[in-house]
């Protein structure tokens, strides 16, 4: 049922017979107009709840929506994305992120932990700048890491989260330094990695995913987006909605 036809069925019941808002004359659609303003007057807390309740399932829909845009683009997904974990699972853990912003810098630390843990999971890291230049850079190294080596990858974005200060051209040198790669042999590849990091940004845009870090498991076709309040809720959430 819509708010507006919520509103004018409790009117209905609510409201005296005769609106006071309306007159013997009126057209229908003042006569209409007249029982909501009355039904507002008379039961603010009514129409509210009615609202609250038609946007939570505009946003559920979307929901939805988005979950059957990642189930469907899976294929695109598993080709772009940065591959860790058992990479022949059945199930998948599908992780959009900006490597500068806080909570995917949490959420990268939470997916290294169940990665080492070795879980039955293929862990998808697609990762996106929103940040701005230095979100474009620090995305564009990730790419040219994980193109050299998995593994190294893996030490790279360990180290570089794991950064006190900035994650800066100071902090990337030396995470890269630890997993073992060259510095002027990444940057070498760099130019290669911009059109990677677009069409991970196409694929984010194609699927209308409202923020980062987007996190989904998907198994049997199946796409569930991951609601966290917190990274620690990560390991959890998958073992809920993959069960």
Known sequence: MSVL???????????????????????FDEKVRGIIVDTVKQNPQL????????????????????????????ADITKQAMKFGKLESKASVI?????????????????????KAKKDLCFKLLPVAVLGNDSVTLAKVYMAVYEKSAEKAIKFIEHITSSKGDMDKKAIEASLKAAGLD???????MDDCDKKLAENGRLAESM???????IFTLKD???????????????PAIEATLK
Do not use: H, W
């Open 5 to 27: 036809a919520l509103i004018v069925a409790s009117a209905a019941y609510f409201c005296p017979k005769k609106s006071s808002s309306v007159t013997e004359n009126a057209t």
């Open 47 to 74: 129409v509210m709840n009615a609202m609250g309740e038609g946007i939570a399932k505009q946003r559920e829909d979307e929901l939805k929506q988005i979950e059957k845009n990642v189930a469907d683009k899976s």
């Open 95 to 115: 992780c959009f992120i900006d490597p500068l912003e806080k909570a995917c810098i949490a959420i990268q630390k939470q997916m290294l932990n169940l990665v």
């Open 183 to 189: 510095n002027k042999e990444i940057e070498g590849m």
């Open 208 to 214: 209308k995913l409202p923020l980062v870090p987007a």
């Open 221 to 235: 076709g199946k796409a569930t987006m991951l609601r966290l309040s917190s990274a620690e809720q990560l390991a």
